[in-house]
């Protein structure tokens, strides 16, 4: 159907009422013309997040309480209902997005899920060789099942109108992963090593291998991460556009590396702060509370490490990677500042605790809004002439039938 | 009529609309584009305050109405229901009832559900799962916190005959192992799920009664016959995997804490079932119960001499499972974060059954 065709009014068979209603107002209709469109060149668009914590509040009250009734059979109701509301109130060009996951195939993930999960349980229980053989049978599935699920969740998602689609295969996730097993071997023949030499004597050889240990650590996760929203940001499409994605490893690099200085920095600083409060902390610890005390003091200084760490890595990544993806020449913007999101993490921690998780989903709707609205479009042109792709009509029934075989949530 | 916007699912295009709804009919018309649908052929999206209302059509073409006034009339003209979650997510006083229901299930569900469920799971596990971790833990715990007992071989042998003559209440025998140990424990007994009972050589001494020593042999029988250990295990991966859930991914960290105190009540509860099996063995024996009712006074002052000089180490009686000894007990701490019941409690609780044994005969 092309829009500025005429279109014809195909008169529905038996539906007299409606004739009636149709031949009145359509002599008003001027027929439009064919003719060739101009549209507007678009300033920057600001990504818009219109949901508010204390409507999403009552969505999440009543998904909890279904889903705890129902043993857990409404959580995928409460999935499509809880992303289409994210999405719904996400906006540019004053344009939604929308969800279009079935709840049926969710739960007919879950239940594949909860059903390995159990075997896995059962065959450990029976004897060590055969866990093991499903452990090593359910890593080998990883790279499928992220295929699967970006897949899933690409297909189902969708902008005036039009779907988005995910073409990486599991062969690509295959040799993306692939450089982890590598990682696992090298620790374990590390570990081996420490075993063998043993810890009493370190040898020089040992010092070696564990500084080489942390430098492969650190030269991994961030070029996974790299590979990572590769996989995910070149293999995407809307409706027939690809999606480019050109960041390169070495600002990955870059990132991690400050996020690493800042954690010796906070330890340094913890430290400080250690023993400048052991006099109270030790007078908190005499009193009838002190194992509760000793334990919360524990907790939340593991705790402020991730609180630091998080919202720096969170921004820094954000911002990298859709300054670097690009969509037929329409590019984005991010300006997600990591001293925000601290504060956000910070005081929404605090409230959740003082609340008993009550204000949980207040505190979900804050981190999305500030994550969502720090994005900008900056279109080239105007964002009124992409078309839909058919074949991918196709991939998403399929994707549907098959459903999504086990629905991992992995955040953008 | 409202003004809308129609995508037609075909390209990213927008088309300023208007909207009317008749008769159970939708009617779209813009310059160029006109459809009209049952109402009842097309999707209609739930309601949201700040996002459009969505109207699709079977096609995949859909009609985006920001006007919600006009539409929920004209909707509601045409008799269009909301599915009831959605009427239900809309309204403060009926999601604050789900909220009150949701709290009830939830206390109710720890209060009733979680133990007896536990209680259910625990008795249908095989005896080789109880006898894995039990294996387990006696094997770290000899390596790390005990010794082998110092006390003479014929003392050991007397409390073992003695404690093997006795009658188990309620029917079939329970499988069960006596050790004897010494170690950094202090003054301890405790069951393992494995039917392995250990008491330490302080305890023997501090007692220093054979009937009380009986009576806290018999009570860890009680825990190994009720399967405490692995309700235990259970419960606290209930409610770890309910706290996960409930404050997720804010800090699975952080949901530790209110575990611990969540399980504390229960494993009171545990202490409380294993006492009555105590009393019950003890009675069926026909075997006083006053010596174990001084011990537990004996225990508890020397409990508060022992908090008054600070570093001396406390006597606990009765830990089940790999948790350690006893933490101090001064019973100035509130009864709701301690795992076992207050001194008071479990004396008056023997010396009430005393008498009521006395009274029946």
């Known amino acids: ?37 101009q549209y507007k060149a678009l300033g920057p668009q600001k990504f818009q997040f219109t949901g508010t914590g204390s409507e999403y509040f009552r969505i999440w009250v009543v ?43 969710i739960l007919k993930g879950r239940v594949l899920a909860l059903f390995l999960l159990v075997a896995y349980k059962v065959a450990f229980e029976l004897s060590t060789p055969v866990a093991i053989g499903v452990a090593v049978l359910l890593v080998a599935l990883v790279p499928w099942l992220l295929a699967r699920s970006f897949r899933f969740k690409m297909v189902n998602s969708s902008y005036r109108g039009l779907r988005f689609r995910f073409a990486g295969s599991a062969i690509d996730a295959y040799k993306m992963l692939s450089i982890f097993p590598l990682l696992a071997a090298f620790t374990v023949f590390f570990g081996w090593n420490v075993a063998v030499s043993g810890v009493a004597r370190l040898g020089m050889g040992t010092v070696v291998l564990g500084v080489a240990l942390v430098i492969l650590i650190l030269g991994t996760v961030p070029l996974g991460h790299y590979l990572l929203k590769r996989f995910q940001h070149n293999n995407a499409y809307f409706g027939q556009t690809p999606v480019f994605f050109d960041a390169q490893p070495a600002e990955f690099f870059r990132i991690y590396a400050k996020a690493v200085g800042f954690l010796l920095l906070g330890s340094i600083s913890a430290a400080i702060f250690g023993i400048l409060t052991n006099g109270l902390f030790e007078y908190f610890k005499a009193t009838v509370f002190g194992w509760f005390f000793t334990l919360l003091y524990g907790v939340v200084s593991a705790y402020a490490f991730y609180l630091f760490v998080t ?79 058919h074949a991918g009509d196709n991939a998403g029934a399929l994707g549907q039938e098959t459903g999504d075989i086990f629905d991992i949530e992995i955040a953008l | 009529m409202i003004d809308a916007i129609y995508y037609d699912g075909i390209n990213s295009r927008r088309h300023q609309v208007t909207l009317v709804i008749q008769k159970r009919v939708v009617a779209m018309r813009g310059a160029g584009v006109r459809r009209n649908e049952r109402m009842s052929k097309m999707d209609i999206s739930e309601r949201l305050e700040h996002a459009p209302r969505i109207l699709r059509f ?29 009427r239900w997510q809309n309204n403060w006083p009926l999601s604050l009832l789900a909220l009150v229901t949701l709290l009830v299930t939830l206390l109710s569900a720890w209060q009733w559900g979680l133990p007896a469920g536990a209680d259910a799971l625990a008795q ?56 004897f140990r010494s170690g950094r424990m202090g003054a301890n007994a405790f069951a393992l799920p494995n039917g392995v009972i250990v008491i330490t050589d302080s305890m023997i001494k501090l007692v220093n009664d054979d009937d009380a020593i009986l009576g806290v042999l018999s009570h860890e029988l009680g825990h190994v016959k009720r399967r405490h250990s692995a309700r235990h295990l259970l419960q606290s991966a209930g409610i770890g995997i309910a706290l996960n859930m409930w404050v997720g991914d804010v800090s699975s960290a952080l949901a530790a804490v209110p575990a611990i105190l969540l399980n504390q009540s229960n494993s009171r509860d545990f202490e409380r079932e294993a006492d009555k099996y105590a009393i019950d063995m ?8 006053e010596p174990m009712a001084l011990m537990f006074e ?32 001064t019973d ?23 008498r009521a044994a006395a009274a029946t005969k």
């Not at chain 2, 076992?340 to 009430?352: G, I, M, Q, Y």
């Open chain 1, 1 to 37: 159907m092309i829009a500025s065709e005429p279109i014809l009014e195909l008169p529905l068979d038996d539906d007299v009422e409606l004739q009636e209603y149709q031949s009145a107002p359509a002599r008003a209709l001027p027929s439009a013309p064919p003719r060739p469109v």
């Open chain 1, 63 to 105: 998904n909890v309480l279904l889903t705890v009734l129902t043993l857990g059979v409404y959580s995928a109701w409460a999935k499509v209902r809880r992303l289409q509301y994210f999405y719904r109130n996400t906006r540019i060009d004053n344009a939604t997005f929308d969800y279009h996951g079935k709840p049926g195939a």
């Open chain 1, 311 to 389: 919202p720096f890595l969170q921004s820094r990544i954000q911002n990298l990677v859709w300054q670097h993806t690009e969509l037929a020449g329409h590019r984005f913007e991010s300006a997600a500042s990591a001293r925000q999101l601290l504060w956000i993490h910070a005081s929404n921690l605090l409230l959740v605790t003082l609340t008993l998780g009550l204000f949980k989903p207040f505190a979900q709707i804050r981190v999305l809004k500030y994550r969502v609205e720090s994005l900008t479009l900056v279109p080239d042109g105007s964002l009124e002439e992409f078309m839909c792709d």
């Open chain 2, 58 to 86: 079977p096609d995949g073409a859909f009609i985006e109405a920001s006007d919600h006034r006009r539409l929920d009339k004209m909707l509601k003209e045409n008799r269009f229901q909301d599915p009831r979650v959605v």
């Open chain 2, 124 to 179: 249908q596990l095989p005896a080789s799962f109880g006898k894995k971790i039990g294996d387990q833990a006696f094997a770290v715990m000899d390596k790390k916190m005990l010794a082998p007992s110092t006390l003479p071989m014929a003392r050991q042998d007397q409390l073992r005959s003695r404690f093997a003559a006795m009658v188990h209440p309620g029917g079939e025998p329970i499988p069960y192992q006596l050790h």
């Open chain 2, 282 to 289: 003890m009675r069926a024996n026909h075997l006083p119960l």
């Open chain 2, 298 to 329: 004996t225990m508890s002052s020397k409990a508060h001499a022992a908090a008054a000089e600070e570093d001396e180490e406390s006597p606990g009686v009765d830990e089940e499972e790999e948790s350690g000894p006893a933490p101090k007990r």
């Open chain 2, 332 to 354: 100035s701490r509130p009864d709701f974060l301690s795992s076992h019941p207050s001194d008071a409690e479990r004396v008056a609780t023997l010396r009430a059954a005393a």
